[in-house]
């Protein structure tokens, strides 16, 4: 059987994730292939209806990567981030789909490393739950 | 009743009553007949107050409140939704039976004008066995429940708490389903935006045509809302923890963000 | 300031819920759902939550309208009416009264339909009225009255919550009739088992206990294999059909040529479902079967009907509680239209034109001299108006420009007319072509009353006034009545014609506005004491006993060839209504199902080389649409399915206009199409 390779979306903040993954890059640091990543703005501009559009269409993980509290662009946006998102990795609990599908992290346009670790880790953990159900429901 | 013009002084009184063999919602002024009044048919008048206050621009409108409308209109009045100023609430107790069938917890309005206040409801017992579940027959239970829905906006129309003119359900971005049922995040979605409003009068599932328990998850989602940030909404006093800083400070002018 | 809710009747389908209109300073501003009502039950769907989005549109007509030079120009009701009665005198004294037709609307309310057919019958004098019941279920009101003598749904909507068993077949039940699709959930949670026979596979077949996909076309040869399969086995209620039914044994001698292999070699159902979906239906203590257009829409649709009726008496499920044979009808008063006699051969209360003695009864009541021959059908007036034989058409709120099928067809024959006379609320398709236009106040202008699927009479009242100078149906039929020279047309209320209504059609005998007003009263009600009628044919069939109809499998009037492969169906969807009239101008429901489509199975477009949203051609033997393609699995490969709501891609215009012999209802559900891209 093939070994699952899950899909993975990755919400990169403009101002710091977005620059620790170019950073990353740059220094050729190894990382797992899944991960699509998309540039916001603003980690607070990740609308939880993002996380549960992936979610229900079949994306088999998705990271929230912003600023480091007190480092945000816009001063409190990252703020809203944290309180948002573990809310709605709760609920995706609620409905049956395991909250440890959705992670969120500080990355800064510094952290290339973490940046990597985080990625790897992530892939990891989701290789562990195995493909997203939501791949398999037809409404 | 009509003491609420005289008691409370009021320009209007928003109350339910009996018309054409049915009963039904209605706004009476000063001085008009006001037929036979009723109490015991549940409507959520806080929904049916938003409406009416689209249009009644001026006086003091008095409304017959059950708890979970009192809880309801104080999300709206945080929100400049509402003006408390010219609102006179008429407590009306809920009867042991609409306790029961809310799983209400909270179930006394502040001042009792009406009816006598229940016992609280204990532990939410079908909320309870949901969360038994194991992920996967959870996933399996609400993905059957979804699966009835008709996309009638009930849920959201009857909603005390849910104001957006424009509602983000309606938008093809995030529910891009074509024709019925709507997918997971259409509920989902609905989930999140009340997150910090839901009183858990349960008006959407009594107005689900297909029975879909939204009551249960509403639940859910308050239990992490205390869980978390240990917020009850309804709350009069303190501001949604979704519109503060970590540190709890408001973050934004524009409170009545959805 | 003031904010009034008015309880009224829902103008969409035919499940009659009742909701509060929200009135702010007499304009019609919302919609509440109506917590007592017993039908609604505080539920609606998004078509009732949005009802009352297009009464203030400003498409709406506001003034009367004449054609001059070719253009329609606004003008008084004095002209516009005063032009209506010259040119109809004109027509029947050139070409005599039967070559006027009049279509009456299952729009309108029952007081308004029993004037449309007065004045087409007292003022004009012609039995030639007719409204779209023609075009839904004439079959089940021609098959049913044969098989139990009442052509109407034998049960309630209600009762639907406590079957053991629905059979669902030619219903998109979710989608066309939201609320009784929500009860036969709530039987399902109850326990009940839900069988849904339809070649798609629809919100409801998804959450079905059994769902079986037949071949468009073939109904019939299933039934029958269902009812082989029940007497084979001996499931069949010996009493029942002794007692109560004649024609058992030639019934039994033709469903013997349906067995399970052959039935799935016709209709592609595999053996053993059949006879497992047999099985739970018969075996229900309370099994009731619910249909619509996909019965009855076909050539052979009264065949159909009377199919489904021989499966409900071979099992005894008839006459009680939560069984019965269910027509759902789709329109908010098509059931009232019928019961008021705007059919060509029935008085008002189904009375036979055609009957000597309920002729007399009516010439004495209204006071004048009534034809004795019976009148033709919607389909054939248009037919009659290409041949030259029809001159003068009077449509009361019906747009046959989109409704009815082969639109090529209607246009040529509407062309050939030398008058048309439009009442409608909006500038509809047909209304374009007509040489009087007339503005009508919509059902949230008016009172009167509906008669929903379930012949429960259900009152609608008015809550603002009709835009311009818009008046409400009954007074221009009462002044078009007066003018033409007839008597009997001076009411001054909706009231006083159900008075009147109630006098001469013995299953409204019963019926008075402060009963309505009260309670929800179903007809047969024949007297003021009467509590009205739940189930149908509880002691006995209206005929005596229930006939068995034995009746064989016929392939649809047109098959598939080489250069037409699909087979194509149409229908509703969730969000629209009908020709879209109302629906396409309210803008929630137009967001939502925004542009045609047509659905085709993956495998289908595959083979086509169609992408998902790819423009495609479908094609008829009678014309052509540009559409986009909707790829979907919850249709049969080789099978296509398109709304037929939408103008911009009129699915009529590709339909076939054969018609079943006995209803002279058409073949919307089956024609032959091929798909390209476009």
């Known amino acids: 059987m093939n070994e699952f390779n899950p899909n993975i979306l990755a919400f990169c903040c403009n101002w710091c994730s977005y620059a620790g993954a170019d950073l990353a890059g740059v220094n050729r640091l190894q990382m797992p292939p899944n991960v699509n990543v998309v540039r916001v703005m603003c980690s607070a501009s990740v609308k939880p209806e993002y996380i549960f559009k992936a979610v229900s269409q079949g994306i088999d993980g998705v990271l929230v990567l912003g600023c480091h509290i007190g480092d945000c662009h816009y001063l409190t946006g990252n703020h809203r981030t944290a309180k948002r998102i573990p809310l709605a990795a709760r609920l995706l609990g609620k409905v049956g789909i395991d909250p440890r599908r ?36 037809r409404f | 009743m009509r003491l609420a013009f005289e008691e409370k002084g009021a320009d209007y009184l928003l109350a339910t009553r009996d018309e054409h063999g049915n009963v039904a919602p209605v706004l009476l002024k000063k001085g008009d007949e006001p037929g036979t009044l009723r109490v015991d048919v549940p409507y959520q008048m806080a929904m049916i107050l938003t409406k009416v206050n689209k249009f009644v621009k001026e006086g003091k409108i008095a409304v017959v409140a059950r708890r979970c409308d009192e809880r309801a209109i104080a999300e709206l009045v945080k929100r400049d939704l509402l003006d408390q100023s010219r609102l006179n609430l008429i407590g009306l107790a809920c009867s042991a039976e609409q306790v029961k069938e809310c799983r ?84 989902l979605i609905r989930a999140i935006h009340l997150a910090d409003k839901c009183v858990e009068c349960g008006e959407c599932e009594r107005s689900c045509p297909v029975d879909i328990p939204l009551l249960s998850l509403r639940k859910m989602v308050s239990q992490d809302m205390k869980e978390l940030f240990d917020y009850v909404s309804g709350d009069s006093e303190r501001r949604s923890p979704l519109l503060t800083t970590l540190e709890g400070d408001p973050m934004e002018d524009d409170a009545n963000v959805c | 300031m003031s904010v009034d809710h008015i309880l009224t009747t829902c103008p969409y389908c035919g499940t009659g819920c009742n909701f509060f209109l929200q009135v702010a300073n007499r304009r019609v501003v919302g919609v509440v759902p109506c917590k007592t009502d017993e039908t609604s039950k505080g539920s609606l769907c ?120 629905v059979l669902v077949t030619g219903s998109n039940t979710l989608e066309a009739h939201p609320l009784i699709g929500a009860r036969v959930l709530k039987a399902k949670e109850k326990g009940a088992k839900v069988v849904v026979v339809d070649p798609r596979d629809t919100p409801l077949s998804r959450v079905a206990t059994m769902s079986l996909r037949q071949q468009s076309g073939t109904d019939v040869a299933w039934i029958n294999g269902m009812i082989n399969v029940i007497i084979s086995e001996g499931l069949h209620d010996k009493e029942f059909v002794d007692s109560r039914t004649s024609g058992f044994d030639e019934l039994r001698e033709v469903v013997r040529g349906y067995p399970p292999e052959k039935v799935e070699e016709i209709a592609g159902i595999p053996k053993d479902d059949l006879v497992k979906a047999a099985r739970i239906y018969a075996s229900a203590e309370k099994a009731m079967i619910a249909y619509a257009m996909g019965i009855t829409q076909h050539s052979n649709g009264t065949n159909l009907v009377r199919a489904l009726a021989n499966l409900a008496m071979i099992t005894g499920n008839v006459g009680r509680e939560s069984t019965g ?118 059902y949230a202008e008016k009172d009167g009353t509906f008669t929903a699927t379930d012949r429960a009479i259900r009152a609608v009242r008015k809550a ?41 059609a013995p299953i409204y005998g019963g019926v008075d506005y402060a009963r309505i007003e009260r309670e929800m009263v179903r007809w047969p009600c024949p007297t003021k004491d009467h509590p009205g009628t739940k189930v149908l044919h509880t002691e006995s069939f209206k005929i005596g006993k229930g006939v068995f109809a034995p009746v064989e499998h016929t392939p649809p009037a047109e098959e598939t060839s080489e250069d037409f492969p699909f087979i194509l169906t149409t229908g509703r969807n969730l969000f629209h209504f009908h020709t879209g009239t109302m629906t396409r101008r309210s803008v929630k429901l137009q967001r939502e199902a925004p542009n045609p489509y047509v659905e085709v199975n993956p495998v289908d477009a595959r083979a086509l080389g169609i992408s998902d949203d790819a423009s495609v051609r479908v094609s008829s033997r009678r014309g052509s649409i540009t559409l986009s393609a909707r790829v979907t699995p919850w249709i049969r490969p080789g099978t296509i399915f398109i709304p037929f709501h939408y103008v911009e891609a009129a699915a009529n215009r590709l339909t076939n206009n054969a018609l079943d012999p006995i209803a002279q209802i058409p073949e919307f559900k089956v024609c032959a199409a091929s798909v390209e891209k476009a």
């Open chain 1, 102 to 137: 959705v992670r969120l992290d500080w990355v800064s346009a510094a952290e290339g490393e973490k940046f990597q670790q985080v990625v790897t880790e992530f892939v990891e953990d989701v290789k562990k739950l195995g493909p997203n159900p939501m791949k398999e429901v």
């Open chain 2, 104 to 187: 209400c917890t909270d179930p006394c309005p502040s001042v009792v004008d009406f009816g006598e206040c229940a016992e609280p409801s204990g532990d939410d017992a079908s909320v309870a066995r949901l969360l038994d579940m194991s992920l996967s027959d959870r996933l399996g239970f609400w993905i059957a429940q979804f699966r009835k829905c008709n996309k009638c906006f009930g849920c959201t129309l009857n909603c005390p708490v849910c104001f957006c003119d424009e509602c983000l359900l309606e938008d093809k971005t995030f529910t891009p389903e074509k024709g019925i049922p709507p997918g997971l995040a259409f509920h």
């Open chain 3, 46 to 165: 998004i078509k009732g939550y949005n009802a009352h989005a297009f009464v203030n549109h400003p498409d709406r007509l506001t003034h009367p309208m004449v054609k001059k030079g070719g253009q329609l120009t606004e003008t008084t009701w004095d002209e516009a009416i005063g032009k209506i009665v010259s040119e109809l005198k004109r027509v029947a004294s050139a070409y005599g009264t039967d070559s006027i037709m009049v279509l009456a609307s299952a729009k309108c309310t029952n007081e308004e339909n029993y004037l449309f057919q007065k004045l087409a019958r007292m003022a004009i004098g012609t039995n030639n009225v007719d409204h779209c019941a023609r075009l839904c279920h004439a079959s089940t009101v021609a098959g049913l009255l044969q098989s139990f003598g009442s052509g109407a749904m034998t049960n309630t909507i209600p009762e639907f919550e406590n079957a053991d068993c």
């Open chain 3, 325 to 442: 044979v269910n027509p759902l009808r789709g329109q908010c008063n098509v059931q009232g239209a019928c019961d008021a006699g705007a059919l060509p051969n029935l008085y008002p209360g189904y009375q036979s034109v055609e009957d000597d003695e309920t002729h007399a009864k009516f010439e004495k009541a209204w006071g004048g001299k009534l034809p004795g021959k019976k009148g033709m059908t919607l389909t054939c007036a248009f037919n009659q108006a290409l041949t030259g034989d029809v001159k003068a058409m009077l449509i009361f709120g019906e747009n046959p420009m989109m409704s009815d099928p082969d639109t090529g067809h209607v246009e040529a024959a509407i062309s050939k007319l030398e008058f048309l006379a439009v009442v409608d609320i909006f500038p509809t398709e047909t209304a374009k072509l007509a040489d009087v236009v007339l503005p009508a106040a919509c």
């Open chain 3, 464 to 504: 603002a006034d009709p835009p311009g100078d818009a008046r409400p149906d009954w007074k221009i039929a009462c002044d078009l009545g007066k003018k033409l020279g007839s008597e009997g047309f001076e009411f001054e209320s909706p009231e006083q014609i159900m008075v009147e209504m109630a006098a001469v």
